[in-house]
């Protein structure tokens, strides 16, 4: 994980008091493209939920 990377975690989990989901992004996307995300999360003070990104029914157990 690439320290911009580590620093855009940070500061969504400063924003919203939860931690980015990881597990459906991470790994999977560009860290780039994870950070765009957390960007724009942050920019629209909406979380990956809110903006459509990931849906509660993806998570499982």
């Given at each position: 994980?690439?320290?911009?990377?580590?620093?855009?975690?940070?500061?969504?989990?400063?924003?919203?008091?939860?931690d980015f989901p990881t597990i459906p992004f991470v790994?999977?996307?560009?860290?780039?493209?994870?950070?765009?995300?957390i960007d724009e999360c942050i920019e629209a003070n909406?979380?990956?939920?809110?903006?459509?990104?990931?849906?509660?029914?993806?998570?499982?157990?």
């Amino acid at each position: 994980m690439s320290e911009k990377l580590q620093k855009a975690l940070n500061e969504y989990k400063k924003k919203f008091n939860d931690d980015f989901p990881t597990i459906p992004f991470v790994g999977n996307r560009p860290d780039e493209e994870v950070i765009e995300i957390i960007d724009e999360c942050i920019e629209a003070n909406k979380d990956v939920y809110d903006l459509g990104y990931l849906q509660l029914d993806d998570i499982e157990y």
